[in-house]
């Protein structure tokens, strides 16, 4: 029994006990941490991400909770990101720039497709891409919102993360899908009134443009569409309320 008690008064809970290895992880990436309740995503100081072999830095909010985060992304003017690929779902939000991004699928197909202000694209699950700046003169700065937290956390391993060689060909969408098209969905609510609209892509060209619908559920003239991305569980919408009036209030988990 002394044998035993002494061994357990040697082992190091702090390693076992309320471990966060997601925040282990982005602590250790060496690029700048931001917390606070909003961000400018333009103005966040980033710094050198080797990773990515471009400039980064990680903007979290109070609150977010352990399910999902945001990075952003800096490519120096005519330079590339290393390729990457993980096991963490991931859609980005271009902020300043134009470029591109190949991404390969399963099969060795490589998909490429060209981006600017305010364009949306998701990457499919595990597949391998690389985001290029296509101005010489100004960086690109893309936003991209992941559920890192999530499966981090889940697997504690950076290896399984970041180097897994599984292939989600399921999860890639119809071809269509990095070409700007995507699948116009409706949602009935036992009523026979379609209460929601989703678009179902991989690559939205412009958010400003894209076309909306009706959704009174959420306030009289209110516009919305929400995206299917990949099949992700990670979904998007985007909104236009009319002048003087307000989005009606609703709550929901962080």
Known sequence: MSDEKNSAEEIDISKKFLVDPYMNWAKSEGIPLHLDFGHNL????TDVWDRWD????FA?????????????????PSKKTAP????????????????STTVTYPDGEV???EWGPKSLF????????????????????????????????????????FENEFDFSERIGDSK????????LTVNRGDNVAEANLWETNFVNDLTNFKLYAMDSRGKGSLNVSFILADSTMHAHSSEIPMGRYKKAHRHAA
Do not use: W
Not at 54 to 57: E, K, T
């Open 42 to 45: 333009l103005a966040l100081e």
């Open 54 to 57: 471009a400039r980064g830095c």
């Open 60 to 76: 979290h909010t109070h609150g977010n909770g352990d399910f999902m985060a945001n990075y952003v992304l800096e490519v120096a």
């Open 84 to 99: 990457i690929k993980h096991i963490y779902e991931a859609f980005f939000y271009a902020l300043a720039g134009y470029g």
């Open 111 to 113: 998909r490429t497709f």
């Open 122 to 161: 998701t990457i499919p699950l595990n597949c391998k891409y690389q985001i290029f700046n296509g101005s010489g003169q100004e960086p690109a700065r893309l936003s991209c919102t992941n559920d890192a937290p999530l499966v981090i956390n889940l697997f504690h391993n950076e290896r399984f993360v």
């Open 177 to 184: 899908h990095f070409e700007g098209e995507g699948d116009h």
